[in-house]
């Protein structure tokens, strides 16, 4: 999740659309002579106010009353519902999953979601939507989901007993969130398993890491960066202080199962290793219209040789800044295909309480390479296998190491 906090945008990977019966499906049809007055007349309102010029919604007055006239319980049609379905079918017909609109009890439990920061009770792991299925962005370090073995890139087929198939974003995130101590099931498939597999999470608190570094042998700096949170360049400033006390000569920036943050620390970070100036993000808008963000500049670190580490659970901000570093300086990129998440989304409020989380712009890395959907191909691919991580092995940090040790 990255947030771009001078506009309100919501860089968001974490969404999926409800797939709600639609009745406005008909935007492609011809003229049709308008429905008789009915009843349901006296009900709905301002039928003509904001209506397109290019559409002709007969269709959808007619389908009304056709439903008002045969439907066989008649009093169970609802008819704020039938104006929240055709709204989603809207959204639905772009076939983009971060297109969204959210009645308004979904847009409550989205804000929070969004909002939650420092400690929560959980599982402890980001999801999003690929390809139209649940999907698991990247275990948090150290939590139960980590520890059951979740992995980056595992599609959740069912959270329970309940399907994932059509759910919201926030609806699946209600449902594996909970108490400490209570259980989720969550069935998974993965690529290498030859059948669908079921695992057991404990819940638990979950404390939110940021930033973490080490100095590996021949005076490597290790930097794992966990999310691209407000606090973060505070931190990442301490960090390039206690690194030059050190007086380490090399850098590995690990932004493996890194799902985002805000886009300002994005910039911040890219900024130590990026000469002034430099672009770090293209921002393209509808029409081409673009709006360009450049680095600042940091002075410490920029000199030393780097590498940085991605693989699937790297999305939106990671994918920022290491599209930048190899835009720009031709830093290597090690590991595996980064998730691809590169779409702007902007967050409308209605007067009822609901909301629409609308796609206004796509990121591009500065040689103008579109990231979303598409991801970062690393240009060293080294795989971490099950057995790997079972056995406490990371070969993708191995051939960082080795790769520094050979060419600097």
């Known amino acids: ?126 999801i999003g939507i690929k390809k ?20 980056a890139g595992d599609k959740i087929l069912k959270i329970d007993d ?3 198939e059509d759910i919201l974003l926030e609806e699946a995130v209600n449902l594996i969130r909970g108490k400490k101590g209570t259980k989720v099931v969550l069935t998974i498939s993965r690529e290498g398993l030859s059948e669908p597999k079921e695992i057991t999470i404990i819940r638990d608190v979950i404390q939110i890491p940021v ?22 360049p505070e931190k990442f400033k301490n960090v390039v202080s206690e690194i030059l006390s050190h007086k380490s000569e090399k850098i590995i920036l690990d932004l493996r199962n890194n799902p985002g943050g805000y886009l300002e620390t994005a910039v911040d970070i890219a900024s130590w290793f990026i000469p002034r100036g430099e672009l770090v993000a293209i921002e393209e808008f509808r029409d081409q219209q673009q709006d360009f963000y450049r680095s600042k500049g940091y002075k ?32 290597t990129l090690i590991g595996e295909k980064s998730f691809g998440k590169g779409s702007v ?14 796609t206004v712009a796509k990121w591009l890395t500065p040689s103008g390479v579109s990231i979303n959907e598409e991801g970062l191909t690393p240009d060293i691919e080294v795989e971490l296998t099950d057995e790997d991580f079972n056995n406490d092995l990371d070969p993708q940090l191995e051939k960082a190491i080795e790769f520094l040790n050979s060419n600097f």
Request: neutral net charge; hydrophobic residues 40%; proline residues 4%.
């Open 132 to 151: 139209g299925k649940l999907t698991v962005i990247a275990p948090l370090e150290n939590t139960p989901a980590e520890r059951a073995g979740i992995k």
């Open 300 to 331: 410490g670190i920029a000199h030393l040789p780097l590498v940085v580490l991605i693989n699937k659970g790297s999305a939106s901000a990671s994918e920022i800044v290491a599209g930048a570093l190899r835009d720009t300086r031709n830093i």
């Open 1 to 126: 999740m990255l947030i771009k906090k001078t506009k309100k945008y919501y860089f968001i990977f974490i969404t999926i659309i409800l797939i709600a019966t639609a009745f406005i499906t008909g935007f492609y049809f011809g003229k049709f002579q308008q429905p008789r007055i009915t009843p349901s007349d006296t009900i709905i309102i301002n039928r003509e106010l904001g209506q397109p010029e290019t559409v002709d919604f007969s269709l959808f007055w007619q389908v009304l009353k056709s439903l008002e006239e045969n439907y066989v319980d008649k009093d169970k049609i609802d008819y704020k519902e039938v104006l929240y379905g055709a709204i989603s079918g809207m959204t639905e017909s772009l076939e983009d999953p971060y297109t969204v609109f959210m009645k308004p009890e979904k847009t409550e439990s989205f804000l929070e979601s969004v909002e939650t920061g420092g400690s929560f009770e959980g599982v402890g792991m980001e």
């Open 162 to 164: 309940i399907s994932t």
């Open 345 to 358: 989304q902007t967050l409308k409020k209605f007067q009822d309480g609901s909301s629409l989380k609308v």
């Open 211 to 232: 930033i973490k570094w080490e100095e590996l042998d021949n005076k490597i700096a290790y930097i794992k960066i966990y999310h691209f949170t407000g606090n973060l």
